[in-house]
């Protein structure tokens, strides 16, 4: 359900634990390898995958590297329709889906939850929940009282990063773009440093072409909730320029979000995209795992243990029904009693 540094100790030969390199950052393993400080910056941009600095991050996250190199696999219709087929499987299996309905409160006592309130006042009773919001929404208390000490709320130094963000029909001329296209700033530790309190001034801006006209494009920001500066997309858009890149956002139909709107649609973020920062070779047992002290109460998504991103979201979603499905089959022993007979019944 999570691991630990003395079960991870145990389970694997000292050497292969040192290979991993959890002492050293990733920018530092990387220096070992590359002279160029271009390579440096495209392998150390592994550590943004789950919002984190390549100066702060663990070297064991080079294995990603190794990971995308067996292959990356890619959805016909996109992730849209990976949604589509879990809600379809679901369905067919009898979930009741309750879409455009917010979950307002949980009410719990100490033997576990009892129910969930929504915002149209409906009350539904229930044996267990498995919460995937961000899990310092329990902890700040926006889904009640009862289950506020179920979880702590992240500290502002522990957030991962968030992101401004631009995505609809973007025309461009310039240089071709890939399906996967990253823009690097002239220098990667000024960037990371700006980061810790805004919008960086030279940005890595990541482009990802989606076909026939659309695509995402991508800076990170640090996790204060704040809009982003006004003259940020211009910021964005001279670096692209000075890259031989020309973006046109002048359509009405692109979505432009920052760590404003990522608070909003995820409470208690802050706008933080991927739960807490992987930094240190701490950080990955501090997760919050799928069961909570309170009974019957479970957490899932991307915030919560093994992390984030979608393969590590349904894998959380995973242990989370693993947690319920044997907590509700365990069955309590009665008190030991003894009969006429001498008999002694656990």
């Known amino acids: 359900q999570r691991p630990t540094p003395w079960g991870l100790s145990a389970a694997m030969p000292f050497g292969d634990l040192m290979r991993i390199n959890p002492f050293e950052t990733l920018w530092q393993a990387t220096g070992r390898y590359f002279r160029d400080e271009r390579l440096r910056q495209l392998f150390g941009r592994y550590a943004t995958y789950c919002g984190s600095s ?7 996250l080079m294995l990603v590297a190794d990971v995308e190199a067996e292959g990356v696999w890619r959805l016909p219709g996109g992730m849209a329709d990976l949604a589509r087929a879990l809600h379809d499987t679901a369905t067919s299996l009898g ?3 309750l879409f455009g309905t917010t ?5 719990a006592t100490r033997d576990g939850v009892t129910a969930v309130l929504d915002d149209r006042d409906v009350r539904h009773a229930c044996d267990a929940v498995v919460v995937n919001a961000d899990a310092s929404a329990l902890g700040s208390g926006l889904f009640g009282e009862a289950v506020r000490p179920a979880t702590r709320v992240l500290a502002a130094r522990n957030r991962s990063l968030s992101a401004i963000t631009w995505a609809g029909p973007i025309p461009h001329d310039g ?7 990253v823009f690097f700033s002239d220098n990667y530790q000024s960037e990371f ?9 030279d940005p890595t801006i990541y482009i990802c072409d ?5 695509k995402l494009v991508l800076a990170n920001a640090p996790a204060t909730g704040a809009a982003a500066p006004a003259s940020f997309e211009n910021t964005m858009l001279h670096c692209l ?3 031989g890149l020309r973006l046109d956002l002048s359509s009405g139909e692109i979505l432009r979000r920052s760590p404003a709107e990522f608070a909003a649609l995820y409470p208690a973020t802050h706008g933080a995209l991927y739960g807490r920062a992987s930094h240190g070779w701490m950080s ?12 019957n109460l479970y957490l899932a998504g991307g915030s919560v243990h093994p992390g984030p991103g979608v393969p590590m979201a349904t894998l959380s979603g995973l242990r989370a029904a693993e947690a319920l499905l044997h907590d509700r089959a365990s069955t309590r022993r009665s008190r030991k009693t003894v009969i006429a007979g001498g008999t002694s019944m656990p």
């Open 54 to 60: 390549p100066f702060k991050a663990p070297a064991t």
């Open 95 to 97: 979930v009741r889906f």
């Open 103 to 107: 979950a307002t409160r949980i009410e």
């Open 175 to 181: 240089v071709p773009l890939e399906h996967h296209t």
């Open 193 to 201: 440093a700006a980061l810790s309190s805004g919008p960086a001034a």
């Open 210 to 214: 989606q076909g026939e006209g659309r």
């Open 241 to 243: 320029d000075t890259h």
């Open 284 to 295: 990955t047992f501090l997760r919050p795992k799928a069961r909570t002290h309170l009974p």
